[in-house]
């Protein structure tokens, strides 16, 4: 009788489960943490995407780099979830950052190769800040030979309105300056790194901190002087002092 109880064909044995597979018991999801590396590879993606849409194609060497991180911490991301499966969750947010990353990237620099390639008008030589530099200059010549060959030639520059502008309105004449850091905060520039700038009438523009496209006719001067269109510095009682160059502009943007 007992054995006959101990193994019975009945099938009221079937339903016993000592190992129980129901999901909500052995749910490992529930277990397991988002990981921080998909969460920065978005988070830094989406910095990238705020800086593209306010910048443009002027500031994608400030965002390229974001974005290359970005896209880098997604997949360092995405590997550590695949290998940890059990223990890490955010594959979705990882693939999202890499994506976007990516995206903005391929965009934002194409973008700024194509505008490079075509914002300089004919007849104009591209020139930088860094081409004024005085690198090369001496005491009796404070202007470079680089610089030098410039004057009286038509050249093309970026830069930054100065803040020690005559006001608030439109304005006419102003000093440019290639840092942003003094774009915003004012002070002296050094005389070789500013350029005095006269716009015709009606490419009159109000301060502003972008970055702006001139063409015009350059000429150098280095007797001292006061910067056109400038009053009181902004953090002193000086006016600002000129420098040594001078853009007679015919065109702005």
Request: glycine share 12%; proline share 4%.
């Amino acid at each position: 009788m007992a054995e006959d109880s101990l193994f019975s064909d009945d099938g009221s044995d079937e339903d016993y489960q000592p190992f129980s597979s129901d999901p909500k018991e052995i749910d490992v999801s529930e277990y397991r943490s988002f990981s921080s590396w998909a969460v920065g590879s978005l988070v830094l993606a989406l910095v990238g995407l705020a800086l593209f849409l306010l910048l443009g194609s002027d500031g994608f060497v400030l965002y390229a780099p974001i974005q290359i991180v970005g896209f880098l911490v997604g997949l360092l991301g995405l590997y550590k979830i695949r290998r940890n499966n059990f223990q890490l969750t955010g594959e979705k947010v990882a693939k999202a950052g890499i994506a976007l990353s990516a995206v903005l990237f391929v965009v934002g620099g194409s973008w700024a190769t194509l505008v490079y390639m075509t914002e300089v008008p004919e007849g104009y030589d591209r020139i930088s800040f860094y081409t004024l530099d005085n690198e090369g200059a001496s005491a009796g010549s404070p202007i470079s030979q680089e610089a030098a060959k410039y004057h009286k030639k038509p050249v093309f520059i970026k830069g930054y309105v100065h803040p020690g502008v005559s006001g608030l309105g439109n304005i006419s004449r102003f000093v440019l300056v290639g840092d942003l850091s003094v774009c915003c905060f004012g002070g002296q520039p050094k005389p070789w790194d500013m350029v005095e700038v006269d716009l015709k009438p009606g490419d009159e523009l109000t301060y502003d901190m972008k970055r702006h496209r001139l063409w015009g006719t350059m000429s150098i001067d280095v007797t001292p002087h006061l910067a056109v269109g400038s009053t009181k510095e902004t953090t002193g009682d000086r006016q600002l002092q000129g420098g040594y160059y001078h853009l007679e502009a015919d065109g702005i943007q």
